[in-house]
């Protein structure tokens, strides 16, 4: 599956963003969707992942209670809400998918996932 990350931004501590990322090719039925990012000189980072069939989300714990993942079957898009925003927030953000069984736990290792969307730059200054 092709994805397309929507651009990135710039944002203060405490300001919220979303990102999302279409599917084109296919639609995400049958597909674990997740984020990562990859911070300036630290290897890439699960941020959060979903289940299309069953709905079932993961989160990093770094980001628990601040962002959410979710999908919109309509649109073939999966987002991500990022709210609470910290600096040490700040990294390039990749979506990613996979295909899985819709009792699938999560996957959070890079090497899972098959197709890789293009990074989108979130900066948060403080």
């Known amino acids: 599956v092709q994805l397309q990350a929507s651009v990135g931004g710039l944002v203060q501590a405490g300001g919220s963003l979303r990102l999302s990322c279409a599917a084109s090719?296919?639609?995400?039925?049958?597909?674990?969707v997740a984020w990562f990012r990859q911070a300036p000189g630290k290897e890439r980072e699960f941020v959060a992942s979903?289940?299309?069939?069953?709905?079932?989300?993961y989160y990093a714990n770094s980001v628990q209670g601040r962002f959410t993942i979710s999908r919109s079957g309509a649109k073939n898009t999966v987002y991500l809400q990022m709210n609470s925003l910290k600096p040490e927030d700040t990294a390039v953000y990749y979506c990613?998918?996979?295909?899985?069984?819709?009792?699938?736990?999560?996957?959070?290792?890079?090497?899972?996932?098959?197709?890789w969307g293009q990074g989108t730059l979130v900066t948060v200054s403080s």
């Open positions: 090719g296919r639609t995400f039925s049958g597909v674990t």
């Open positions: 979903i289940n299309w069939s069953s709905g079932r989300t």
């Open positions: 990613a998918a996979r295909i899985t069984a819709s009792y699938s736990g999560g996957y959070f290792e890079t090497d899972a996932y098959a197709d």
